[in-house]
């Protein structure tokens, strides 16, 4: 019997990482998955890619995802909100997805979905599938420093990058499924800050490169796009991410499945 035949009719579950504004290329994966007919059963998301892993869970298409992203910037997604804790609030991100897909729970979600945030009260992982969607999505896309930190049972949550960004973990259990991760940071190099903004996102990204290796050997097959002619904080880069992402899916896929 073929492998490839084989696994083609084994579930697949995405996990797709974090990134800034590079999150384009997950919307690009995705349109790759879609074209080839593959089906994902369950969905996983850090950051950025916990803003796309719950627009699909909840029935957003590529398409929809896209236009979506086209029409934000940071200024959709953020606010000035000085705090003793950052200096941002990302209070609209949440008010903008619950425009989009309803003040929803997990439990709501067409495929099933989890997000990944870091617990400052531990220092540990927080799983979060259950409960509200939105607040748990805000805790996972909070940069520590940058936003302010969602409180969830008394826990301070903020970007899962800090203990796992690419969420292959949240995905595994004792069946037979193909697991797949999506790292935008893989294949690129930082550029020089222009700002202090741009000092922290390299600072921060510098940490979790090193951390994501060693989560992703669990995976069985792994995305990598060549972002290294992007920047992490241009979030008007998105269509030409999204034909990277594309591009580099569609390859893999094909040589994986078919």
Known sequence: MNIKWIRRNRKIR???GGGAALGGAHIGVLRAFDELGLKISQISGNSIGAVVACLYAFGKNWQEIEEIAMEMNWMDVSNFSPSKYSLFSNKKLGE????????KE????QIPLSVVASNLNTGNKSILKKGKV?????ASAAIPGLFKPVEMDGALLVDGGLVENIPVSLLQDTRADIIIGVNLNAR??????ENWFGVMINSYYT????????YTTNADLMIEPDLSDFSLIDTKQTKELVEKGYEEAIKVLKEYFY
């Open 188 to 193: 690129r190099s930082l550029r020089k800050p």
């Open 207 to 214: 940490l979790i490169d090193s951390l994501s290796k060693a």
């Open 106 to 109: 997990f439990h709501e979600s």
């Open 14 to 16: 995405l996990a797709l």
């Open 134 to 138: 939105i607040e748990a999505v805000m």
């Open 96 to 103: 903008k997805l619950k425009e989009i897909i309803g003040d």
